[in-house]
């Protein structure tokens, strides 16, 4: 299904092209993390019955084209369901999640091997897998239903900073005054290109193999993630479409053999595919298409500027593998919507030093700490030097025979966690 422009809400701005909007808060990017922080915000001000001007600019109206909605399925972690029920989002796509109930985490070749189950930490599930294509349609009804400007299809050209304010210029000519920004545009973010501000930039050379596969029995709610000589391979299950069971695959292969497994025929991938996962669950039947992504690790040292704050993948772009882009993402929403929320109940004002500052300090540790660990994740698991190999394979069995310890490391190794991380 394809929105077309003329279906999109009238918004409330002025439409006219050489009059000046004048906004609170400016969103720019309206994927993932831009829209479920817009939605936020929406709540928020109901909640404490105060009124913010916000527009959303987004480049793609909802489509299969859409670069943020696209084919992929991401697994979220118990905190971002508990803090996405809070923002009362949840309840609008839940019934497009699949839970995960068990995982299993295994080191091809080698002994190690542990197994992690949502019963034994007191949850319904250790999080749910949810495919980004249908949600963003969910998502952005929700949006037309709210009182949020969305100015889509439409791209930033040009923001031209003010003491008070920034003017932000669009593809299209409109101008717009906001006293706050805050940048969701991803890892090529035109918002911090704009205001020339740094990214720190790690190439694993390696390339993400993307698919959905076919199964022959049930996958029982189970995910895996198993390391390989290659890298890791992760697993994770779908609902299932057309009577077949399904799963997400992410494959971080060398980019060579990544391109030849993209161009493979679908018996010649399936055979590889078992051959590197073995037969845990049961035999692949059917691939779907095959998508690659290059693996980088990119990050904003300071995801904040004079009236604008980073978020998402504007302010880091993780490894996929690790499952955290988004889970991370949604803290900084909680971060930004913190403190939003407490200029609204002191009637500070919007956008200025203590605000972007505050935010800066709030996100620093558990940015960084994320950073790190899915740095040390892909490099330790992705490489085949004895003293590593033996290292992670110990862990892994030592973590099988002592099950409480199991769940800081669930948390770690796969952006899975079974206390609150928000
Ligand atoms: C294969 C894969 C698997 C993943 N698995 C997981 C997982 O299991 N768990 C997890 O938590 N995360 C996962 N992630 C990461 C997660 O998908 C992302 O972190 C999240 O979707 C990022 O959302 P975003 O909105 O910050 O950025 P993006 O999705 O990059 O969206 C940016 C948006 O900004 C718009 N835009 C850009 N420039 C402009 C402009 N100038 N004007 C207007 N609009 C503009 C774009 O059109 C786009 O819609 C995975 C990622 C990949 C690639």
Redesign the pocket.
Same mark, same amino acid.
């Given at each position: 299904m394809t929105i077309k422009p003329s279906q999109l809400k009238q918004t409330q701005q002025n439409q006219d092209k050489n009059a000046i909007n004048h906004y609170d808060v400016v969103i720019?990017?309206?994927?993932?993390?831009?829209?479920?922080l817009a939605l936020g915000l929406e709540q928020l001000t109901k909640r404490h019955n105060k009124t913010l001007d916000i527009a959303i600019?987004?480049?793609?109206a909802p489509s299969s084209d859409?670069?943020?909605?696209?084919a992929?399925?991401?697994?979220? %972690?118990h905190g =971002?369901i508990q803090a996405l029920t809070q923002l009362d989002i949840w309840q609008h796509i839940s019934e497009l999640g699949t839970a995960i109930k068990h995982i299993h985490i295994s080191d091809r070749g080698h002994f190690g091997m542990t197994e992690l189950d949502a019963n034994s930490f007191n949850i319904a599930s250790m999080g749910e897998?949810i495919e980004?294509n249908p949600v963003g349609y969910k998502l952005f009804k929700e949006l037309q239903k709210s009182s949020i400007d969305i100015i889509?299809?439409?791209?930033?050209?040009k923001i031209e900073a003010n003491d008070e304010f920034h003017h932000v210029k669009?593809?299209s000519g409109q101008v717009l005054t906001t006293k706050l920004i805050v940048a969701?545009?991803? %890892?090529?973010? =035109?918002?911090r290109m704009q205001f020339n501000l740094p990214q720190e930039e790690i190439d694993f050379k390696k390339t993400?193999l993307?698919a959905n596969i076919s199964l022959q029995k049930s996958h029982k709610n189970r995910a895996w993630e198993r390391f390989t000589n290659s890298g890791p391979l992760?697993l994770?299950p779908m609902s299932p479409s057309n009577g077949q069971q399904r799963l997400?695959m992410?494959w971080a292969l060398d980019p060579d053999n990544a391109e030849l497994m993209k161009q493979a025929t679908k018996p010649v991938f399936l055979n590889s595919l078992q051959q590197a996962f073995g037969f845990r669950a049961g035999q692949f039947i059917d691939v779907g298409e095959r998508?690659s992504?290059p693996l980088k690790l990119t990050y904003m040292p300071r995801p904040i500027h004079h009236r604008c704050l980073f978020?998402?993948?504007?302010?880091q772009?993780?490894h996929?593998?690790?499952?955290?882009?988004?889970?991370?993402?949604?803290r900084?929403i909680m971060g930004v919507l913190d403190v939003i929320e407490h200029a609204l109940i002191e009637n500070l004002p919007m956008g200025n030093v203590a605000m972007t500052h505050a935010y800066l300090k709030a996100r620093e540790k558990d940015r960084m700490n994320t950073i790190n660990r899915v740095e040390f994740l892909v490099r330790g698991f992705s490489n085949d030097l004895w003293p590593l190999t033996l290292g992670r394979n110990l862990g892994l069995r030592l973590l099988s025979w002592l099950p409480p310890l199991k769940a800081p490391i669930a948390s770690k190794a796969?952006?899975f966690t079974t206390d609150t991380i928000l």
């Open positions: 720019i990017g309206g994927a993932m993390v831009g829209s479920v600019i987004e480049a793609f859409h670069p943020g909605f696209d992929r399925a991401i697994a979220l %972690a =971002s897998v980004l889509c299809p439409a791209k930033l050209d669009l593809d969701a545009d991803g %890892a090529q973010s =035109s918002v993400a993307i992760a994770l997400s992410v998508y992504y978020v998402g993948n504007a302010a772009t993780l996929p593998i690790a499952g955290q882009g988004f889970n991370l993402g949604l900084d796969m952006g």
